[in-house]
């Protein structure tokens, strides 16, 4: 009997340790850190379209409502570590500019089913509206080109995409990303 529980325990723990090895090595082989900004293929293009009901709240919300401020829109699943620990970035980013209400949030949960979404935002506090990519069939995420959660993507006004971020967000790199879009606003014109 001991003799199955001693090969159990060594079975399990050759197990929990090659899941962490693999998970090391593909951290380690990832090609930009968390939290960088990288190259679209979306980059000046309008974004696609997102919309559908709030996963709190119930009311119907739009990108497309959104229009005339920045958006960033992020997808993230209640799952995912980095998600977690970007909450509270997000909420001081908005924080941050809530006095020139042109700078707002649009969530979109992925890989996972809308209570788990649901009860992730609520217990981490969440403020902004965020909408379940449908049935689990990853339209928004396909559209946008996300793989894994956490990417966000800062939207102008207009609705083109001004930037897309791979990992989780800072309130910090997404001010220095508001900066660049609203200079490159400025300059565009006249141009």
């Not at 003799?3 to 723990?13: D, E, Y």
């Not at 090391?24 to 379209?49: C, H, I, K, N």
Request: glycine share 10%; hydrophobic share 45%; aromatic share 6%.
């Amino acid at each position: 009997m001991r003799t199955r529980r001693g090969r159990r325990a060594l079975v399990a723990s050759l197990a929990v340790g090659a899941a962490a090895a693999v998970l090391v090595a593909v951290l380690a082989t990832r090609s930009t850190p968390p939290g960088s900004e990288v190259a679209t293929r979306l980059g000046g293009q309008l974004a696609p379209p997102i919309a559908g009901r709030e996963l709190v709240g119930g009311r119907q919300v739009s990108l497309a409502s959104m229009r005339g401020k920045y958006v960033l829109v992020d997808f993230f699943a209640s799952w995912c570590v980095p998600c977690q620990q970007e909450v509270p970035q997000i909420e001081a980013f908005l924080f941050q500019h809530r006095h020139g209400r042109d700078v707002t949030a649009l969530g979109v949960d992925i890989d996972e089913n809308a209570a788990d979404g649901r009860a992730f935002l609520e217990r981490v506090g969440a403020t902004w509206p965020a909408v379940e990519d449908p049935s689990g069939a990853r339209s928004f995420a396909l559209a946008y080109s996300v793989t894994d959660p956490p990417e966000s993507y800062l939207i102008a006004p207009d609705g083109r995409v001004v930037a897309e971020i791979a990992g989780g967000v800072t309130a910090a790199s997404l001010d220095r990303l508001l900066a660049d879009a609203r200079a490159a606003a400025t300059v565009a014109p006249g141009t």
